[in-house]
T-cell receptor, first 110, second 115 residues
């Protein structure tokens, strides 16, 4: 069966460190992968998109990698700040639908 | 301001009643989507529409219905046939269908509780 797995346990890190979140998938062949941020009680907000033929994408303090052989994407936030605390969702795209993971909760402490 | 709005923010319903959730966008997007989110779960697609007067079922369409009579509006009706309707409902839109790799813009969500 198809699965998208993100760290189920919350990730706690200290301000200034790099946060690394993982998204693994099985039985998918996504054409692209997206990452979203979701704050409690609110809708997700788009962060980055990476296509299957791209290895890495950067945007300010954010970096995403996509390894279609390992079937894995890594999402990095460098120089993390307390304001980065949220749940981060990965979503695999193929055809007309996005398939979302359950998300990983990130807590950045001062 | 351009954006996507959902109303109401909180909705309470008695068992056996149908209820309609509103979703409006002024982004001039062709595609619109409805998702359901349960605690500790990922977003699950209920229905999507790539163009006016056309929509398709997602993974969990049973007990739900939609219409797309106008480009900016995509209301979702939760019917009494939906076995477990209590959830957080999210509406989203994108410039075109996702086959074009477009990001989705989400509304603030409606939290539906069945009493």
């Amino acid at each position: 069966s198809q699965k998208i797995e993100q760290n189920s346990e919350a990730l706690n890190i200290q301000e200034g460190k790099t946060a690394t979140l993982t998204c693994n998938y099985t039985n998918y062949s996504p054409a692209y992968l997206q990452w979203y941020r979701q704050d409690p009680g609110r809708g997700p907000v788009f962060l980055l998109l990476i296509r299957e033929n791209e290895k890495e994408k950067r945007k300010e303090r954010l970096k995403v990698t996509f390894d279609t052989t390992l079937k894995q994407s890594l999402f990095h936030i460098t120089a993390s700040q307390p304001a980065d605390s949220a749940t981060y969702l990965c979503a695999l795209g193929s055809g007309y639908a996005l398939n979302f993971g359950k998300g990983t909760s990130l807590l950045v402490t001062p | 301001d351009g954006g996507i709005t959902q109303s109401p923010k909180y909705l309470f319903r008695k068992e056996g009643q149908n209820v309609t959730l509103s979703c409006e966008q002024n982004l001039n997007h062709d595609a619109m989507y409805w998702y359901r989110q349960d605690p500790g779960q990922g977003l699950r697609l209920i229905y999507y529409s790539q163009i006016v007067n056309d929509f398709q079922k997602g993974d969990i369409a049973e007990g739900y219905s939609v219409s797309r009579e106008k480009k900016e509006s995509f209301p979702l009706t939760v019917t009494s046939a939906q076995k477990n309707p209590t959830a957080f409902y999210l509406c989203a839109s994108s410039i075109a269908g996702l086959a074009n790799y477009n990001e989705q813009f989400f509304g603030p969500g409606t939290r539906l509780t069945v009493l």
